[in-house]
């Protein structure tokens, strides 16, 4: 089966432009969470989406927002890019049913540079 | 607030010898937690978990270790491995399993020498 998948791996930007990640879960799975790793702050949640809905948020501004189609792939869209917004933005996938922990599967993550 | 912390970014052990890994939670709601492993270039994978009704799980040679009085956990290699060489984080879910909101602590880098 194959795993979750990122594109683009690399992308470097400037300060004000915007960009647009995408993330397509393992087959079956409806549960896509973003994540943003940074050296700073470690792996910070971002938000969750389970059935084209936004189901959790962390605690990032406005300029990040995200959505989820109907066959369960997910984009996340930074606006108003800044300098801090560097970082290694990971997707996982789960089944997300509710009752038990459902195990996560990262992808390899898009490594995002803003100049 | 760091509701999941590893207060030491790194560890360096010999091959052959005992890792031990170690991470402290805030948040009594927690319960469960997991263990994932992260080379360089790629996502965390999964390694070990543990229930909060358990106080110890183990995977060949992977040990999870719970105490839930000093909100505290610890994962034991047994014997390390150069290939184990890698940054482990430890992370718990927010709002129960079901919800893909894991909060993670801020990882410790093992190296394994040969």
């Known amino acids: 089966k194959a795993g979750v998948t990122q594109t683009p791996r690399y992308l470097i930007k400037t300060r004000g432009q915007q960009v647009t990640l995408s993330c397509s879960p393992i087959s079956g799975h409806r549960s896509v969470s973003w994540y943003q790793q940074t050296p700073g702050q470690g792996l910070q949640f971002l938000f969750e989406y389970f059935s084209e809905t936004q189901r959790n948020k962390g605690n990032f501004p406005g300029r990040f927002s995200g959505r989820q189609f109907s066959n369960s792939r997910s984009e996340m869209n930074v606006s108003t890019l800044e300098l801090g917004d560097s970082a290694l933005y990971l997707c996982?996938?789960?089944?997300?049913?509710?009752?038990?922990?459902?195990?996560?599967?990262f992808g390899p993550g898009t490594r995002l540079t803003v100049l | 607030d760091q509701q999941v912390k590893q207060n030491s970014p790194s560890l360096s052990v010999q091959e052959g010898r005992i890792s031990i890994l170690n991470c402290d939670y805030t948040?009594?709601?927690?319960?469960?937690f997991l263990w994932y492993k992260k080379y360089p270039a790629e996502g965390p994978t999964f390694l070990i978990s543990?229930?909060?009704?358990?106080d110890k799980n183990e995977d060949g040679r992977f040990t999870v270790f719970l105490n839930k009085s000093a909100k505290h956990l610890s994962l034991h290699i047994v014997p390390s491995q150069p290939g184990d060489s890698a940054v482990y984080f430890c992370?718990?879910?927010?709002?129960?399993?079901?919800?893909?909101?894991?909060?993670f602590g801020k990882g410790t880098k093992l190296s394994v020498k040969p």
């Open positions: 543990i229930s909060s009704i358990k």
């Open positions: 948040n009594s709601m927690f319960d469960y």
């Open positions: 992370a718990a879910p927010l709002y129960g399993g079901s919800q893909g909101n894991l909060i």
């Open positions: 996982a996938s789960s089944m997300g049913l509710a009752g038990f922990y459902n195990e996560q599967f």
